[in-house]
Structure formats: structure tokens, C-alpha cells
């Protein structure tokens, strides 16, 4: 079964990717994780990219699926993407290589949730610095201020948290990825959830979308 997540920055892709990956046991492909994997490794693709997300620009497409098909290789079944695709261009892209592996896409669930949800909490959103684990410092603080429940490690902002950056990011979604919702709805394969709700609800729901 392949997956793909949409829905706005801070809609709650990352947390039910976490959750699905275990329970369904797919390979969670984030395109942002494997960029700040890159740029943490000084890479030439990270040093490229790391403008555009600091500003909370859309790395170009070329580099993203250059990215994506060297990470993948061959594994192409089973992957639940958050994050991608972002545009059109990329959906096309993810279509044609799908296609050449004879792989299709079985699900696509939109985490729908209000753009004033969003910005609140994006502003409160803090990421474990060795884990990765997502925490909100006001809705899902962790036991012990800015350290990991997990692994113990301090917490952060992302860079592209702040608030400036936060306004562009959701500007550049309603631009470029908004119109994906309409490239999917047609598929037959298109699902929306809830994304308000807790992230346990939002996972339940999706789970038993996806078991239908
Ligand atoms: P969020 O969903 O909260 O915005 P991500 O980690 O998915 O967080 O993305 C962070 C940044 O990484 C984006 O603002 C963008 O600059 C870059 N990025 C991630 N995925 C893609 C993609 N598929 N295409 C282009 N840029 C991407
Ligand atoms: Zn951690």
C-alpha cells in the first residue's frame, strides 16, 4: 500500500506519519526529514536547499525527486509520504515513476484543518533534537520543559517556525499545493480527515480508512 499525506504545514502530517508507520508498517518518506537530514550532513543538495527552506520557499522539483529517487532506489511499495508531493509538477513526476515500477498510489488522505489552526500551532510546534519527536508546547508539552519524553535530548524551533517564515509557508501552500487537492479528488483514491481533532482521534480515523 502506498500513502500520501496533504494538508497544510503544521496540519499534523508528521505526528500521524509517526503513528501509521508503526501500526501499518510503511516506510515514512518526509521529504522535509530527508532535507534536514541533508543540510545536518553539509551535503551539496543541503547547501542548495537551505535557503529556500529557511525562507519557507519550495526546494525546486528537480531537486526534490532527484533526492527522493536516489533515496529510494528500488523500494518503491509500502511508502507513506509526508510532505510530498507539493506541487503539481511533483504529483506528475511521482505518477510517471510509479508507473514505470508498475506501483500505484492507494490512498490519499487530506488532513483538512483551519489556516488560524495552523499558524497557532506551527508558533508552539517544538522538535526533539535527537529523536525528531514533535511536541506542541502548549496542546502536548513534554513532561519536563523542552526535554524529549523519548530520548532525553533538548527541544528546539525549527528555523522555519518562526513567524515570519510561518506567513510565506502558508502562502506558498494555498499557491502551489492547494491546487493538488484538485489533481486528486478526481482519483478515486482521495480521503479527507478531520485534522482538528486530538492526534490519537485523527489516527484512529485514518487507521480504519485505510483498513476499509
Ligand atoms: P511542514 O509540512 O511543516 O511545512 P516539512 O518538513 O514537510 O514541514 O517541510 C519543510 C520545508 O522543506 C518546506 O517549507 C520546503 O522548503 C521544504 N520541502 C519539504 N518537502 C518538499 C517538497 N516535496 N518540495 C519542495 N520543498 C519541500
Ligand atoms: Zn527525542
Given at each position: 500500500m502506498n500513502v500520501i499525506l496533504l494538508g497544510y504545514?503544521?496540519?499534523g502530517k508528521g505526528t500521524l506519519a509517526k503513528d501509521l508507520v508503526q501500526s501499518l508498517g510503511l516506510v515514512h518518506v518526509s521529504t522535509g526529514d530527508i532535507l534536514r537530514d541533508e543540510i545536518a550532513k553539509k551535503t551539496p543538495l543541503g547547501t542548495e536547499a537551505t535557503s529556500y527552506m529557511t525562507s519557507g520557499r519550495l526546494v525546486p522539483d528537480r531537486l526534490v525527486m532527484d533526492m527522493l529517487k536516489a533515496r529510494l532506489g528500488t523500494e518503491t511499495r509500502g511508502l507513506l509520504f509526508d510532505?510530498?508531493?507539493?506541487?503539481v509538477e511533483q504529483a506528475e513526476s511521482l505518477d510517471a515513476w510509479f508507473e514505470s515500477k508498475g506501483q500505484s498510489i492507494d490512498a490519499v488522505i487530506f488532513l483538512k484543518v483551519e489556516e488560524d489552526v495552523v499558524v497557532q500551532r506551527l508558533g508552539s510546534r517544538r522538535t526533539c533534537t535527537g529523536c525528531g519527536k514533535i511536541y506542541n508546547a502548549i496542546s502536548s508539552p513534554p513532561a519536563k520543559e523542552n526535554v524529549c519524553d523519548v530520548c532525553a535530548k533538548p527541544l528546539m524551533t525549527r528555523e522555519d517556525d518562526k513567524p515570519a517564515v510561518i506567513v510565506r509557508r502558508i502562502q506558498v501552500y494555498k499557491d502551489q499545493t492547494e491546487p493538488l487537492l484538485a489533481y486528486y479528488r478526481s482519483s478515486g483514491v482521495f480521503h479527507e480527515a478531520d485534522g482538528g481533532q486530538p492526534p490519537a482521534a485523527v489516527t484512529e480515523k485514518v487507521s480504519a480508512l485505510l483498513k476499509k
Open positions: 504545514p503544521g496540519s510532505g510530498f508531493p507539493r506541487t
